[in-house]
């Protein structure tokens, strides 16, 4: 539906997306950045902004929804931007809070208004589950050159694989890619450093998670958007240090659901995905990892009649490294209650069973000879008797140097097909 809205210096309106605005008159605000007559606002599907008129202004709208509200963010978020200009350069902020609390929201805001004072600033985004600057599943920076109204718009400069779009999975990764990230946006020049984190704050695990990022960055200033009381079973574990701690109100927030969500990350996967070929890898000429597959030895052919004895049929594929036995199995037979024999044969290793079926489609990260992120790919097929891996990516193959397998399948149109879990049998 098309709007002709007419809105007087200091209104506010949200914008449910998809949208289109465009600013026949005057200049209004999103989350800082400016926008004057002539210029497009763009709001994708399943995202939702506020904009203030900073003059009389006149919008033409296209949206399903649109509704005038008393503030465009919280009136004390515009505390931390005075608290910003205190704190010492190059300052890392981090910013934590439940689900659908404002973080990304709240994150492009004090970007946009640090970008105004002249402030270089880079964005960490650590939402694996709804990644804005990179893939799903990744930990992402990027470099924030010209104010956005999105997180989305913030170009990727670099990223690390955590492999799930759920942080508790790989709470390690977690830790180890936002600490590579930012410093790596210092490393660029970075003055101020945001990070923004997953909403997975609540119990004993997510609180680790947060105190362990918390430990490790040493933030200059930590941002919690709460509701209730929700972070404050993390801050706790700060109540005795000099850690520079801002409690702000969440946003009266446009909950997200699941499909929501899901869409959204199906958007993201696209885009990474977007130009992509069948490509062929050599197995021998390239590091594998994140799986017990290709980390050890073909089994020989004494070992290999034993193990298709004990299974009562050939597996497709059989690896022994010192520590583990990797079996890749036909779809159709089971085997369960063999394992206990295969564990007397292979002491003391850990056994993983795989379908054969089941790391189609797997999304991996590809990196290049000095472990540095190049981009996402699905993994197609393994051809095991020739060693060869069939990937779709837009990764130029010959500058991989090793493949990081995910544990979640996407189709190469960015579609969600579900997760793998290794089967690892105890025997
Ligand atoms: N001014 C606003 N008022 C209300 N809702 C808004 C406003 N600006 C954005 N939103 C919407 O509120 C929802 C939550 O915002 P946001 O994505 O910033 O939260 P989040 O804490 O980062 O969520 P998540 O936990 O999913 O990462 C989103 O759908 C967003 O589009
Ligand atoms: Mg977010």
Not at 165 to 171: E, N
Not at 274 to 291: M, Q, R
Not at 309 to 314: A, K
């Amino acid at each position: 539906m098309e709007h002709v809205e007419n809105v007087n210096d200091g209104e506010c309106i949200l914008i449910r997306g998809p949208a289109n605005i465009e600013v026949k008159e005057g200049r209004v605000t999103v989350l800082g950045g400016t926008f004057d007559a002539g210029e497009h606002i763009m709001i994708p599907k399943g995202k939702t902004l506020s904009l203030k008129a900073c003059t009389s202004a006149i919008l033409r709208i296209v949206s399903s929804s649109i509704e005038r509200v008393k503030e465009d963010v919280p009136s004390q978020w515009r505390i931390a931007v005075e608290e910003l200009d205190k704190v010492e350069k190059p300052a890392v902020v981090i910013v934590i809070g439940g689900v659908d609390t404002g973080k990304t929201t709240f994150t492009v805001f004090l970007g946009n208004m640090a970008l105004k004072k002249g402030l270089r600033v880079a964005i960490v985004d650590a939402d694996v589950g709804q990644s804005d600057i990179g893939p799903p599943c990744f930990v992402a920076m990027g470099l924030l050159d010209k104010s956005v109204v999105d997180m989305s718009k913030v170009e990727l400069n670099d990223a690390y694989f955590v492999g799930s779009t759920t942080p508790s999975a790989y709470p390690h990764r977690m830790v180890t890619g936002v600490k590579l990230m930012v410093e790596k946006a210092l490393m660029l020049g970075s003055e101020v450093v945001l990070v923004d984190t997953p909403g997975w704050i609540s119990g004993f695990r997510a609180r680790d998670l947060i105190i362990s990022l918390l430990h490790v960055l040493r933030p200059s200033i930590v941002v919690a958007l709460q509701d209730n009381e929700e972070a404050e079973g993390i801050l706790k574990a700060f109540s005795s240090s000099e850690m520079h701690i801002i409690r702000l109100p969440a946003l009266a927030s446009c909950k997200r659901n699941r499909e929501t969500r899901k869409f959204l990350r199906e958007m993201a996967y696209r885009k990474h995905l977007h130009g992509g070929i069948n490509v062929e890898l050599d197995i021998n000429k390239v590091s594998v990892a994140y799986t017990t597959l290709f980390s050890g030895n073909t089994l020989s052919s004494d070992e290999e009649r034993k193990v298709s004895g004990i299974l009562g049929v050939s597996p497709v594929y059989a690896e022994a490294s010192f520590d583990t036995l990797t079996l890749v199995l036909p779809s159709y037979v089971d085997v369960w209650e063999k394992i206990e024999m295969l564990g007397l044969l292979f002491k003391g290793r850990e056994v993983y069973l795989l379908r054969e079926e089941s790391l189609e489609n797997l999304l991996v990260a590809l990196l290049d000879k000095r472990n540095r992120y190049l981009g996402v790919g699905i993994l197609k097929k393994i051809n095991y008797a020739t060693r060869k891996m069939l990937l779709y990516t837009s990764v130029p193959p010959d500058k991989v140097a090793t493949v990081l397998f995910g544990s979640v399948k996407v189709a190469e149109n960015g579609e969600e097909m579900g997760s793998i879990q290794l089967h690892k049998v105890k025997v």
